[in-house]
């Protein structure tokens, strides 16, 4: 991995200041997006994931502020572009897919117009030409009849068909890095395969980086190839997707995985992470991690664990890794794994 | 240019199959085609009284008897006498004075509206907080009490109604459009418009005003009827148009006098009351079809 990062992000914190107090909704987080490849994040909802990839865009609401941290896109820094030079960077060189494609698309044109609209923002063709464009976008997404599809209403068509007009209009302009903020979770399942294998499919077309946010570790176990586990606004885990699988090297990674439902076994009950997200207006000292943790010692309440590279390309933020190593250990050869 | 036709031709289809629609335009073709030929109308129909129309001043209804006795619907008076006034003469140029108000109170109202709105949607903050702050002391006054007041106050005439209309009426506009952009700002569509780069103004333009708008247009619609029946009712209690005027609310004043002896004057109710009825009728009508045809949502 010597090769320059597409997208780096140093320390990011993304604050929002409401009412009660001041969120910090994203609070130091770091990882890299290398070209072409999957970066997945995975967490709860609320952990901050969401909010990390709208800090990139720069498409916080006004209560929101990026308080710190850097964002180098193809080494620019984004933090310090007019807000009509980040303007031209969307859609152009990032883009992003949204969770709900039923309102993600504005319901009073077609979705013709709408991908147009995409293509004539950024580049110089005119309106026949972008609709020749947009109609190939469509039929390239998988969309039967794109001649017709393209002057339907996004109601007229199905959540799947939806989501494939979205995802259309976010590579309209070809652009080097898609955000697909759990572009499945709206989805049944068989479409959600389908929706997931052509993201792959235009991946390699395009050769486009994705930054895959969920919270389904299925999903990130089919689409990424590295992976940024969160909780509370914090990276605590980082390691390319066979590791982190194989060897978890943080309790909360390790609950995640847990709490997946298993076909070979037949539990009546599914694991699940013991207590609530803690209030983000009110974290506990130490490890953000400690009042749900099977291991927190009074240690874990009071210093906060760094994120150390264990192994090159895999880090954790955790002060008692052995003793999780052990615990998997054990736990896998109860299985018989 | 294809697609748009086609478009065009399908909401049309549907408009056409759906009855009340087409009433509700037929009734307002018919309206606006009696406004328009209002003259020849009262020439053909009611000539006696044509004959006597105040050249400098058609809107007023002329006299065609000296009594104050209501005179019953003859050959010379196709709708009776009231007052000394041909009320046919008043029901036609009534349908004028009707338009006339109804367009400008709806329209005026509904731009003060829009602007008021949209600015405190837009900016938020303390602009929101004062704007809305005097839509809710506006609001609270009762609206024909406070419309009387003022015309009392402005004097009578059809101007001064409408200014009090006018005054008293953007209201609702305002938090119907200042709702609707708070919301829309909020949708996701919006979001994905900005993240695909979209300029902010062409997404208040393109994005948030067409999901916002068309609520207006109907609301607009479907009050301009009710424009009409508060300026009657003014006119009724004496504080609307000057007497004499040809409006459907004074026409119905001149009947207040008769009021225990309704066999006698029936036709100075029923004219002016039947068209006042199909003039709401045929906006309500147009506002519901409106609807129909600008959301995309309720096409399938």
Redesign the interface.
């Known amino acids: 991995m010597d090769k320059k990062p597409l997208l780096e992000v140093k320390g990011l914190k993304t604050y929002f200041h409401t009412d009660d107090g001041i969120v910090k909704a994203v609070d130091g987080v770091s990882f890299e997006v290398y070209s072409g490849e999957t970066l997945g994040i995975v967490g709860e909802s609320g952990c901050g994931k969401s909010v990390t990839s709208l800090s990139v865009?720069r498409?916080l609401d006004e209560k929101g502020e990026i308080a710190g941290g850097e964002i180098l896109f193809d080494g620019k820094d984004i933090r310090a572009l007019s807000d009509e030079e980040m303007?031209?960077?969307?859609?152009?060189d990032m883009?992003?897919i949204?969770q709900?494609p039923m309102?993600?698309?504005?319901?009073?044109?077609t979705i013709g117009d709408q991908i147009t609209?995409?293509i004539l923002?950024?580049q110089d063709v005119d309106k026949e030409t972008a609709r020749k464009m947009a109609i190939d976008m469509l039929r390239k997404v998988g969309i039967p009849e794109p001649e017709k599809r393209v002057?339907e209403?996004p109601?007229e068509l199905s959540g799947g068909m939806r989501q494939r007009a979205?995802i259309a209009?976010?590579l309209s302009?070809n652009p080097k890095l898609l955000f697909a903020d759990e572009p499945t979770t709206a989805l049944d399942v068989t479409i959600q395969a389908q929706i997931l294998e052509l993201m792959l499919e235009l991946q390699k077309e395009y050769g486009m980086a994705i930054v895959m946010i969920t919270h389904d570790l299925g999903v990130i176990a089919e689409m990424a190839e590295r992976v940024v586990v969160m909780y509370a606004g914090k990276v605590v885990e980082y390691a390319d997707v066979v590791t982190l699988f194989k060897d978890p090297k943080h309790p909360y990674t390790w609950g995640l995985m847990n709490a997946i439902p298993r076909l070979d076994e037949d539990k009546d009950v599914l694991y699940n992470i013991p207590g609530v997200v803690p209030d983000p207006l009110d974290f506990p000292k130490g490890c953000r991690f400690n009042t749900r943790c099977p291991l927190a010692t009074d240690k874990c309440r009071t210093e906060e664990p760094p994120l150390v590279e264990i192994e090159p390309g895999h880090k954790a933020a955790c002060w008692h890794i052995d003793r999780l190593v052990e615990m998997v250990k054990v736990s896998r050869a109860g299985e018989g794994a | 240019m294809a697609?748009r036709k086609?478009?065009f031709r399908k909401m049309m289809k549907k408009f056409w199959r759906n009855q009340t629609a087409v009433l509700g335009v037929v009734l307002l073709i018919m309206f606006v085609i009696i406004a328009i030929f209002a003259p020849q109308i009262v020439k053909t129909f009611s000539p006696k009284a044509a004959a006597r129309a105040y050249a400098e001043d058609p809107y007023q209804m002329p006299r065609v008897a000296w009594t104050s006795n209501p005179l019953p619907p003859s050959k010379d008076d196709p709708f009776g006498v009231i007052g000394g006034r041909d009320i046919f003469y008043g029901v036609i140029y009534g349908t004028r004075t009707a338009f006339k108000l109804g367009l400008t109170v709806a329209g005026l109202s509904a731009l003060i509206g829009i602007f008021v709105g949209s600015i405190s949607a837009y900016f938020g903050g303390w602009v929101d907080e004062i704007f809305m702050r005097i839509v809710d002391i506006f609001m609270s006054i009762p609206f024909l009490v406070a419309a009387m007041v003022l015309t009392t106050i402005l004097g009578k005439g059809l101007n001064n109604v409408m200014i009090a209309l006018v005054v008293f009426g953007w209201m609702t506009t305002a938090r119907l459009i200042r709702g609707n952009i708070l919301q829309a700002r909020e949708?996701?569509?919006v979001?994905?418009?900005?993240?695909?780069?979209?300029?902010d103004w062409l997404i208040i333009i393109?994005?948030i005003l067409?999901?916002t708008i068309f609520p207006v247009v109907i609301q607009m619609s479907m009050r301009m009827g009710s424009y009409v029946i508060t300026a009657a009712g003014l006119s009724f209690l004496g504080v609307g148009a000057e007497p004499g005027y040809a409006d459907w609310g004074t026409i119905l004043s001149y009947s207040r006098n008769w009021m225990t002896m309704l066999d006698k004057a029936w036709f100075a109710i029923v004219f002016p009351g039947v068209a006042m009825v199909l003039f709401v009728l045929a906006w309500n009508l147009v506002g519901d079809a409106l609807r129909d045809i600008f959301d995309?949502?309720m096409?399938s």
């Not at chain 1, 303007?87 to 152009?92: E, W």
């Not at chain 1, 309102?103 to 044109?109: C, E, I, K, Q, S």
């Not at chain 2, 979001?191 to 300029?199: C, R, T, W, Y």
């Open positions: 865009m498409l303007r031209k960077m969307r859609g152009n883009a992003m949204f709900e309102t993600a698309l504005n319901p009073v044109y609209e995409a923002l950024h002057d209403y109601h979205m209009m976010s302009c | 697609k086609s478009d949708e996701q569509y979001l994905a418009a900005k993240a695909l780069g979209q300029k393109k994005h067409p999901n995309p949502r096409r």
